[in-house]
């Protein structure tokens, strides 16, 4: 388990995050917005009074359709344990792992890092959207504590007064609670539990308690009025549940939002306790390439990813992504093709497992998840738009994130990027390299020269 400030020192030394005096204009959500557009490093706001300190993009990545050395599931990687240039599904296997059920209970209580303070809520300083009145918290946590165990799910909050929140938390997490009950806010928790939380929720996979997931043996937790919550939490807010609300919204959602049925609660905050010099993770909401989108794909990524290689009996998937970059609205998987229609049979599988999205590119297994520009490449030289874009009739259920869609109904799409396996190997073109694009002539030439020189190259290191 990775303490969520141990998670910040990692990026800070492979230099991807950064830290900043925390300015009382603009509003730290401008500046999150920014370095999230330039495809910056994580941002961290050091602030000077009580108010706590806050980052930015810490789950987010950048744009894959740039070349860079880092990528949108590297920092979440690092945060998880899994390695410092963390491979792709590597990141999802861990994610997929940690909401495994579990035979037998195996929790581990240690010592709470925060400590009680007299502070309010609205004195720890949680940043105030542009143009919006109330301060908000997210990338929260929500605590239920039952007889059967505790249950988790993801909050986005605002600070009405003081001492009250209105909360948005999923229906499915409602069940567990009435009217004057104690719950417990957790901001500032380890990777895993926030990952974890995350793929329950979009998977509608809340109804167990948390002890009964793998998460629930990986992180250690402490006991709350709320039930456990994560021992290294930077702030823990106990609370109980004042009111329900009617559907009241902000025009800014959390991304979760938009997958599952929320319900808005008021809950009076009755104990804060914090960590010395606290810091808590936000996301400006809305924003491309945000945290909170990033956790969705990789959730729903890792759910779908291992969904279909449990399906076959073979694991035939050498990689499934959800680029947040379009807005999760398009699929690509690379995969073996078993036999002939299988590419068809894999696309009507993701479409019956998600919603969520209304394309689904198939590539072959050697292309790599890291060049989504080589995913388009071999769009443009694999797919004949006569034979390989396939498209469903116009009546099939609107996919509910593209931004494009306005009816309840739509086509469905499936491009198959991938040789035919039918194809005799001499109608293949070969992968073409740096090297093989000079005659060999002229490349014995070249290393005869360095020779000369007195360099003992290859020539992959030449060119």
């Known amino acids: 388990m990775t303490a969520f400030r141990t998670h910040l020192e990692f990026l800070r030394k492979t230099d991807d995050c950064c830290s900043l005096e925390r300015p009382d204009s603009p509003s730290p959500q ?48 690092i945060g998880l344990g899994v390695d410092r240039d963390p491979e792709y599904v590597d990141v999802l296997e861990t994610i997929a792992g940690l909401g495994e059920r579990i035979d037998k209970r195996d929790v581990t209580y240690v010592e709470r890092a925060a400590t009680a303070t007299d502070r309010t809520v609205r004195e720890l300083g949680f940043p105030t959207p542009p143009g919006e ?137 009755t104990s804060v306790f914090t960590r010395e010099n606290a810091i808590v993770p936000f996301t400006p909401l809305g924003v491309p390439l945000a945290d909170d989108l990033q956790l969705v794909g990789l959730a729903l990524a890792a759910q779908l990813y291992d969904r279909v290689n ?68 071999d769009i443009w030289v694999k797919a004949h738009p006569a034979r390989d874009w396939l498209f469903s009739e116009p009546n099939a259920p609107v996919a509910r994130l593209p931004t494009y869609s306005r009816d309840d109904t739509g086509a469905r799409l499936y491009i198959d990027a991938t040789w035919d396996p039918r194809w005799e190997e001499a109608y293949i073109a070969p992968r073409v390299s740096v090297t093989e694009s000079y005659p060999p002539t002229l490349r014995a030439a070249i290393q005869g020269s360095w020779g000369e020189f007195g360099f003992d190259a290859d020539l992959d290191d030449v060119l």
């Open 30 to 77: 401008v500046i999150a917005s920014e370095a999230l557009r330039a495809d910056g490093p994580a941002v961290r706001l050091t602030a000077a009074d009580d108010r706590v300190n806050l980052v930015s993009g810490v789950y987010g990545g950048i744009d894959q359709l740039s070349r860079q050395e880092r990528y949108p599931w590297t920092r979440l990687g």
């Open 310 to 377: 449990n399906y076959w009996g073979v694991s035939p998937v050498e990689w499934l992504l959800l680029p947040a970059a379009g807005r999760l609205g398009i699929c690509v998987i690379s995969t073996e093709i078993l036999y002939a229609g299988f590419e068809w049979q894999l696309s009507n599988f993701l479409f019956f497992f998600s919603d969520c999205f209304d394309t689904v590119v198939l590539v072959d297994e050697d292309t790599s998840p890291r060049d989504l520009g080589q995913v388009f490449g």
């Open 133 to 269: 009145t109330w301060p908000h918290m997210t990338l929260g946590l929500l605590s239920v504590g039952t007889d059967e165990g505790t249950y988790w799910a993801p909050l986005h909050g605002t600070v009405i007064d003081s001492n009250t929140i209105r909360a948005r938390v999923p229906d499915a997490i409602t069940d567990r609670f009435a009217r004057g009950e104690a719950v417990t806010v957790a901001l500032g928790v380890p990777s895993e539990a926030l990952a974890s939380t995350t793929l329950l929720t979009v998977t509608d996979r809340l109804g167990e308690p948390i002890e009964d997931r793998r998460v629930g043996s990986t992180v250690p937790v402490i006991p709350t009025a709320g039930g456990v919550v994560p021992s290294s939490t930077e702030v823990v807010l106990e609370a109980k549940i004042a009111d329900k609300q009617p559907d009241t919204r902000s025009e800014k959602r959390a991304f979760w939002e938009q997958l599952v049925d929320g319900s808005t609660l008021t809950l009076d905050v």
